[in-house]
């Protein structure tokens, strides 16, 4: 994808089929260029997208139809109460004027802003506009949910309250999610599955509750005395080990080796440990993992 | 999603046409339109001359009133120089709707950047310019084509010689010069209205274009000595068109008077740049730049 002469999205290939799935990566990525493909807003210079197996060029209305969008800025109409935006939206999507107006009703009090839906939309807090833009994505029932930083400017409480949304709409199963953030966090708590993006192509992809299963003891040290002989002790026992400078030692253990063994090792090897934190891999080592590895060229992902 | 369960429910039922929601961009437009009580109040000052001009046909074709207060002679003339007083009055009292009700219905969603979520539903920038031009077309019809030729049709009817079917040339050229202008009023109210954050500014704009490149027609015309710079002159050029559409007499000289053609190229030329600047505008206003 090419935008204003610059290449956005570069050689991404791969299937997305999982329920909440999670677009991460840094300012400029192509996290919001990809969402605008996946809407039919961009036409893609090389190669073709597909949502529901619809290709988004040739069956754009048909696509819409069955995605509810939630744009990152504001956007909404502000002379309009939050009622008759939502209805408006949803008589848009194609649902008739009854049924619009009384699934508006209900995704207004889904989302919790039930008792402000006859007020006008510019008086809305921060807060109530992100949610209003979150409940006409939903109004006409979707399959499936783009979310473009669904949490972006919200106060911590009102962030907690679209992260238990979502949680909701994730759990209640009948629409999927692709949720684009920069925030690992809203990720983190909100998806199954991560997609990470850098500089327009794949840079990382995994099943986030499969890394959580499948985690490794992480330990960091700190240390002092002769680092290289512990690291070469341990890599014996089938640990990864990797030392830096001031004595610093990140491990990555077996759940046979536990803390004692380490301790042991390090007074065989005449090494003193001053500090040890154990952790588990996190949203965040997998993101930095991505950042710092040099991005797919052309790889097929599924996800 | 119910209210008192607070879930979320899938949407089963039925959906609508993509032609009916074309129709629901036109109803909500006219919704916004007519929200205003300003609207209401224009409207009702613009059927003031349609009922002065029914007064005179009244006037001209009632035996009584003739016998009595005109003395049998006919002071006012119900012919197409008529038709072109009443067309001109009304067409230039859609120009102030127009200025109203232009803004509206696009600024309030350009300034809101509400086209990324309006353009996200299965509709086009076509449905969504069509259906904003349906709804103001509709608006200034009200005050252009259908009193002109309620009032033809009146005039028909109080004639005491048969007179429609000798003058149809007149309701023809009421409903093109008419459709004419209002298609025209429509795209540029449209796209100045988009291009422009503010209300007032827009309605300013759409004043100005429509009389500062006359007062430079009228310097090119003067300075140049030739009839040309006319084109540049929508209040002249308009006059003539409408002369010409109606049969009435010209007003202007013979050597000032433009042929039809240019008029109507002008006019699709200005149409074209419209649906450009209209194009142009929604286009990098669809999605939001990441």
Redesign the interface.
């Known amino acids: 994808m090419r935008l204003g002469g610059r290449t956005v999205l570069n050689g991404l290939t791969g299937e997305l089929r999982g329920k909440a799935i999670g677009l991460l990566g840094p300012n400029g990525a192509g996290k919001s260029t990809l969402i605008n493909t996946l809407l039919g807003f961009h036409v893609p210079s090389q190669g073709s997208a597909r949502v529901f197996g619809l290709d988004t060029q040739r069956d754009r209305a048909r696509i819409r139809q069955g995605v509810g969008y939630m744009p990152e800025n504001d956007s909404f109409i502000g002379n309009m109460t939050g009622v008759r935006f939502v209805r408006y939206m949803a008589e848009l999507a194609g649902l008739p004027a009854g049924e619009a107006l009384e699934r508006a009703h209900e995704a207004l009090f889904y989302v919790g802003l039930g008792e402000v839906r006859y007020r006008k939309v510019n008086t809305y807090s921060l807060g109530m506009k992100q949610l209003i833009k979150l409940a006409q994505a939903l109004a006409h029932g979707p399959r499936l949910l783009i979310l473009d930083e669904p949490t972006n400017g919200l106060d911590p409480l009102a962030r907690q309250r679209m992260i238990q949304t979502l949680q909701a709409i994730r759990k209640e199963g009948s629409i999927q999610l692709l949720i684009s953030s920069h925030l690992l966090r809203d990720i983190d708590q909100t998806c199954d599955e991560v997609l990470i993006l850098k500089d327009g192509r794949i840079a990382a992809l995994c099943d986030i509750e499969q890394e959580r299963r499948s985690q490794r003891n992480f330990i960091e040290l700190e240390a002092a005395g002769p680092t290289e002989a512990f690291c070469e002790t341990l890599r014996s026992l089938g640990c990864e080990c990797a030392s830096f400078a001031g004595g610093r030692i990140k491990l990555v253990v077996p759940d046979r080796i536990g803390s004692r063994d380490l301790y042991v090792v390090a007074s065989q090897t005449g090494m003193q440990i001053r500090r040890m934190q154990r952790r588990r891999d996190s949203l965040e080592d997998i993101f930095m993992r991505a950042m710092e590895a040099e991005p797919a060229r052309g790889e097929l992902v599924h996800l | ?3 008192y369960k ?11 046409s ?1 032609w009916a ?1 074309l129709g ?2 036109v109803r ?1 437009a006219l919704a916004e339109a007519w929200s205003s009580r300003v609207t209401a109040v224009l409207l009702t000052l613009s059927m003031l001359p349609v009922i002065v001009y029914l007064v005179g046909i009244y006037l001209a074709n009632n035996p009584m009133i003739r016998m009595l207060i005109m003395r049998g002679k006919s002071m006012i003339e119900i012919d197409p120089a008529y038709f072109l007083k009443v067309l001109q009055t009304q067409c230039w009292l859609a120009l102030v709707m127009t200025a109203w009700i232009a803004p509206r219905l696009v600024s ?2 350009i ?14 920038r076509f449905s969504y310019v069509l259906g904003k031009f349906t709804a103001l077309f509709a608006c200034l019809s009200l005050v252009t084509w259908v009193p002109c030729l309620l009032l033809f049709a009146y005039q028909g009817y109080a004639s005491p010689r048969p007179w429609i079917f000798a003058n149809l040339h007149i309701a023809g050229g009421l409903l093109a010069g008419s459709v004419l202008w209002i298609a025209l009023l429509s795209l540029l109210g449209l796209a100045l209205s988009s291009w422009l954050k503010w209300r007032v500014v827009a309605t300013g704009a759409i004043f100005a274009v429509m009389f500062i490149p006359a007062g430079v027609g009228g310097i090119i015309t003067g300075v140049l000595r030739t009839k040309w710079g006319f084109l540049l002159n929508m209040p002249v050029m308009m006059s003539q068109l409408w002369q010409q559409l109606l049969d009435a007499p010209q007003t202007m000289r013979a050597d000032r008077q433009l042929p039809g053609a240019s008029i109507l190229t002008v006019l699709l030329l200005m149409c074209g740049i419209c649906v450009l600047m209209l194009n142009a505008r929604i286009r990098a206003r ?5």
Do not use: C, K
Not at chain 2, 6 to 16: D, K, N
Not at chain 2, 111 to 124: G, Q, R, T, V
């Open positions: 999603m119910s209210i607070h879930e979320y429910r899938a949407y089963a039922g039925r959906l609508t993509p929601r629901v961009i909500y309030f969603e300034a809101d950047n509400a086209l990324p979520i309006l353009l996200s539903h299965p509709i086009s669809e999605v939001v730049r990441g």
